[in-house]
């Protein structure tokens, strides 16, 4: 059996490298496809090293472009991996660019494809991703989700039930997995924070992108850090956007600004700080098996488990609205649920379904499709 596994952005690391380790478990040949959206080595190659991640078999080299650009250029390209090598699946994750194009170039060969992290909505399509969930989850053949909201969409989407699998959170398989490592690195000191910091982390094109948003932004991270100081490493969308706005520098004097983090590093940060304030689809979850407190300075989450079980406010990105929901959330911490099934053993559940004769039954599918096309008589128009 041959299986593609599909990684090209930040948040596709870490979920992609517990999948490979469980495939390999089980002796399955599962080759990683790069899509290249990430390239800094800050942004993908630490993510490797760290997470032990084999290295990529290929590479398609995107870069950074519009969204047509990426999705164009992925779907090319992958179509060349997949007719020269023919797998017996592709898996994708998350909710990335590369995830939809992928989908799209292995769903027209008649490539089964799996998608981990499947039905997560914000119900929100101004959101790139949400556009490439939608996408994702209409075409591909298994659906693995991370939380009960996730098989829900998909029920009402009406998708079959033996296509779904609740199977847990991939993402959370790595955290379990480096979190004393992470902690040994002894990040937080090797920075000099107090004992008690906050950390941000910001990238939504929703943030900052617009100018006034972005100023909204910055001038609610200065009210948070008059409470508690705070780091911000920070993803090069988000430097090059505020330093474009002439934003950086001010926000510089009252918050800590800093390159991205390296998996553990971050990891390590987080789970020492007195509180996240986010845009971050992963760092929700994280933080909520941290147990960390966690403002999400968005209007709505596809995560809905973080906020109902874990740590997660989602407050939006008025500045009274968040420094009243800091002040709380400092003096008066939440208490910590983990979601079920996010216990470090979901790529192990996914590889187990994928090895069920689940694959057959996905090829059997979509042999009756053809079978209809050439039995139905044309339609008139
Ligand atoms: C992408 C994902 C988003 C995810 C985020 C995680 C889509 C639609 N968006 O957004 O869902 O949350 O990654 O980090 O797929 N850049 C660099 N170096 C890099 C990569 C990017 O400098 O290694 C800069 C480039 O100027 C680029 C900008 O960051 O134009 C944005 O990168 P891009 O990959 O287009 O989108 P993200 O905002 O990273
Ligand atoms: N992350 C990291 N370094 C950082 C910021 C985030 O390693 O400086 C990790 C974070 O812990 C999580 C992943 O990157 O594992 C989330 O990616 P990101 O926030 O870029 O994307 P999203 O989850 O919003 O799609």
Redesign the pocket.
């Known amino acids: 059996m041959k299986v593609v596994l599909v990684a090209g ?3 596709n690391f870490p979920k992609v490298a517990p999948l490979a380790s469980a495939f390999a478990a089980r002796g399955v040949s599962a080759d990683i496809c790069h899509t290249g ?4 080595e ?3 190659s630490l993510f490797f090293d760290e997470l032990s991640i084999p290295r990529p078999r290929w590479n398609l080299d995107v870069g ?2 519009s ?1 047509g650009h ?1 999705a164009a250029a992925i779907l090319e390209r992958f179509e060349r991996v997949l007719t020269g090598d023919r797998p017996d699946l592709v898996v994708v994750v ?6 939809m194009a992928c989908t799209l170039a292995a769903a027209k060969l008649g490539i089964t494809v799996a998608h981990v992290e499947a039905g997560l909505r914000s119900f929100d399509r101004t959101m ?2 949400e556009v ?1 969930r939608v996408v994702t989850d209409s075409l591909a053949d298994l659906l693995y989700c991370s939380e009960p909201s996730g098989v829900e969409n998909l029920r009402a989407e009406g998708i079959e039930d033996w296509r779904i699998l609740h199977a847990g959170n991939v993402m959370i398989d790595s955290l379990v997995r480096h979190r004393s490592r992470a902690r040994r690195i002894g990040r937080p000191r090797a920075l000099g924070l107090p004992e008690r910091y906050g950390v941000v982390t910001m ?3 929703s943030n900052v992108d617009d100018p006034d948003s972005a100023r909204q932004l910055c001038d609610t991270l200065s009210r948070v850090a008059a409470m508690i100081p705070l780091v911000f490493p920070m ?3 988000t430097q ?1 956007a505020l330093q474009r706005h002439g934003l950086l520098d001010g926000l510089a004097a009252s918050v800590r600004v800093l390159p991205p983090e390296g998996y553990l590093e971050f990891l390590g940060l987080m789970e020492s700080a007195s509180l996240v304030l986010t845009d ?2 992963g760092v929700q979850e994280e933080t909520t098996v941290l147990g960390v407190p966690c403002l999400t300075l968005r209007r709505n989450t596809e995560r809905p488990a973080t906020v109902a079980q874990g740590t997660n406010r989602v407050v939006g990105t008025d500045p009274r609205d968040v420094e009243s929901a800091a002040r709380a959330f400092l003096g008066s911490p939440p208490e910590r649920r983990v979601p079920d099934l996010w216990d470090g053993r979901a790529a192990a559940r996914i590889v187990e379904h994928v090895l069920s004769g689940v694959l057959d039954r996905a090829a059997a599918r979509r042999a009756r499709w053809s079978e209809r096309a050439s039995t139905e008589p044309p339609r008139s128009a």
């Open positions: 952005a930040r948040p959206q990430h390239y800094d800050a942004m993908s950074s472009g969204h990426q998350g909710d990335v660019n590369g995830t790139p991703e490439n990238h939504r094109p993803h090069p969308r090059a971050s689809g």
